[in-house]
Structures are given as C-alpha cells and as structure tokens.
C-alpha cells in the first residue's frame, strides 16, 4: 500500500529565507508525486508533480522538489519565502493499484511566513 | 475556462437530517472522485466515478453515504441520517480518463463544500 508522511506539521520561516517542507513515502512501485497547496477558503492547486522522468521536479511559484528512491523522500523546497506563501501543504502519493489515480495525502504542513 | 465547482460552499444541519452536496467538474472530465477533509487532517478518498459508474467507492465510511452520477457529468454525493462526525469539507475533483491520450494524471480540485452538522 502506498502512503506519505510529512515529517513537520508546523513550518515557521522569515520572509526571504529558504522553505524546506520534507516529506517520505511509501510504495511498492514507481510511485507517482505530488505536492498540493491549500490557501484559506481555497481550493486544493497542483504545486508540482513526478511521474518517473526528471528527478528534480520544478513547479509553479518558484517551488521544487527532488525524488530522492534512496531515501524515499519527496521535499519540497523553495529559495524565497514570500508572504504570499503562507498555507497549507500535502504531500500526495498516487495509488494506481486500481488503473486509477486515488490520491493518497499526507496530514499536511501548514506554513507560516513572517515579516 | 471554468474549473470544478461545487455547491453549497457552506451547509449547516441537524443530525439525522439529510442532505445533498453537488460536483460540476470540469467540461470533458470522465474521471470524478470525491475526498472528505476532517479539521486539521489530509483529504481521504471517498469514491471514485468512470463515467456514470462508480468504479471504486472502497471509501465511503457506511452505508448512509451514496453518491451518483447518472449522466456521466454531475455528480451528488447524499449522506442520510447525518451524523456530528460526518462534518468536514467534501471536496470534487476531475481529471481526464487514466490512460487516455489526454491523460495528465493530475486531479482539479473544487473549493469544496463544508458541512457542518449540529
């Protein structure tokens, strides 16, 4: 069965400084990875996606995240924080045991961007 | 283009009642799943629509839950007799059909609907 585990579910930063959110997972395939992003009294938005080609993934907003099998670890990173990035992020893995893709979410991490 | 929406944004209501959460999902989406966010959690699969058919619905919590799409387009999702602990966020999203040669494997969420039960 596949599964993630957001290792931090608080993540405080200063606006400027580098965003590290880590995340590991669990499959017994090549797993397909995404992270989400949930601003308040928003919709869920696709951050970024791997599906088994370029191990470094780059997303919208400036965010990356690098699959790392060794480690099975999927963070997400980002140079800058900006104000703006402050909510909530999953990590998500995609079980295709049933020819589908039925997400799998992380509990979550929520980010706090101070001034 | 227009994404998913979902209808009411809010609904609050007594336990034991019933009540009906709608999903538009995105024009040309034959892939339509539903997830229930609990506070402070991650979105949990509920059922997952190919189509009119529910091909997967291994997430639904029990049988007072049920959720159709007779048209292959909206789907319903209907909890009868509601309890306090079914209050969440419900959440639509659709994507193109798996394996299809518009396949992107990524799933378009709605804004949800958050259902409170008194």
């Known amino acids: ?115 | 283009g227009a994404g998913v929406s979902q209808t009411p944004s809010n609904k609050v209501t007594e336990k034991g009642k019933y009540v009906e959460l709608r999903c538009d999902p995105i024009s040309g989406h034959t892939a339509l799943y539903w997830y229930r966010q609990s506070l402070g959690q991650g979105p949990e699969f509920l059922i997952y629509f190919q189509g009119t058919g529910a091909a997967d619905d291994s997430g639904l919590p029990n049988d007072r839950f049920f959720a159709v799409r007779p048209e292959g387009s909206v789907s319903t999702l209907k909890i009868q007799r509601t309890e306090r602990g079914d209050s969440a966020v419900y959440l639509c999203a659709s994507s193109s059909p798996p394996g299809s040669r518009t396949s992107t494997d990524t799933q378009y969420f709605g804004p949800g609907t958050r259902l409170t039960v008194l």
């Open chain 1, 1 to 115: 069965a596949q599964s993630v585990t957001q290792l931090d579910s608080h993540v405080s930063v200063s606006e400027g400084t580098p965003v590290l959110l880590r995340c590991n997972y669990s499959s017994s395939y090549s797993p397909s990875l995404f992270w989400y992003v949930q601003h308040p009294n928003k919709g869920l938005q696709l951050l970024l996606k791997y599906t088994s080609a370029a191990t470094l993934v780059k997303g919208i907003n400036g965010f990356e995240a690098e699959f790392k099998k060794s480690e099975t670890s999927f963070h997400l990173t980002k140079p800058s924080a900006h104000m703006s990035d402050a909510a909530e992020y999953f990590c998500v893995v995609s079980d295709r045991d049933g020819g589908y893709n039925k997400l799998i979410f992380g509990a979550g991490t929520r980010l706090a961007v101070h001034p």
